[in-house]
T-cell receptor, first 112, second 111 residues
């Protein structure tokens, strides 16, 4: 298996623009997680899905953030409008039934 | 609410030393705990998953222990090598499948 695939790997955008991050989990995995990593706050869980259904979105910082999982092989995290404080590395991860979590390489977002 | 703490924040050791990384968690009602490695500019790579029913889990030179009653886990690295240099993170679940990560221990092994 190719592992968890994220795109884009790097994105630089201007404040106010919409940003869409994409994730393809490992086939057969039923849990999908979106994390954000910054120097100041470390690795924070934003939202996670089970069988394509959002289970806990309490980590989503504000209404500017939204996440969807239309099917078992695809998820998006959208920020609209983006702000400089959203600059971070966004990781997607997946697992099967609460076992080992597999991370993607991350999407490095810079908002200027 | 689960809180995860890792000590020390950074560690520098000469090659060949055995070392121990510490992870503490506040909610002991966990079903497993996971250890990860992160290289600069990369994602996290799973090292070990230790179930709540286990006390230890081993993979090569790595050994993880879990003591739920005291809220602690340790990662033991034997005969450290420069290639072990990375940040090591532990993660404990808060409720069901909501993993909370520590801030990590940044390890540097000197040749």
């Amino acid at each position: 298996d190719a592992g968890v695939i994220q795109s884009p790997r790097h994105e630089v955008t201007e404040m106010g623009q919409e940003v869409t991050l994409r994730c393809k989990p490992i086939s057969g995995h039923d849990y999908l997680f979106w994390y954000r990593q910054t120097m100041m706050r470390g690795l924070e869980l934003l939202i996670y899905f089970n069988n394509n259904v959002p289970i806990d979105d309490s980590g989503m910082p504000e209404d500017r953030f939204s996440a969807k999982m239309p099917n078992a092989s695809f998820s998006t995290l959208k920020i609209q409008p983006s702000e400089p404080r959203d600059s971070a590395v966004y990781f997607c991860a997946s697992s099967f039934f609460g076992n080992t979590i597999y991370f993607g390489e991350g999407s490095w977002l810079t908002v200027v | 609410k689960q809180e995860v703490t890792q000590i020390p924040a950074a560690l520098s050791v000469p090659e060949g030393e055995n070392l121990v990384l510490n992870c503490s968690f506040t909610d002991s009602a966990i079903y497993n705990l996971q250890w990860f490695r992160q290289d600069p500019g990369k994602g996290l790579t799973s090292l070990l998953l230790i179930q709540s029913s286990q006390r230890e889990q081993t993979s090569g030179r790595l050994n993880a222990s879990l003591d739920k009653s005291s809220g602690r886990s340790t990662l033991y690295i034997a005969a450290s090598q420069p290639g072990d240099s990375a940040t090591y993170l532990c993660a404990a679940p808060s409720g069901t499948y909501k993993y909370i990560f520590g801030t990590g221990t940044r390890l540097k092994v000197l040749a």
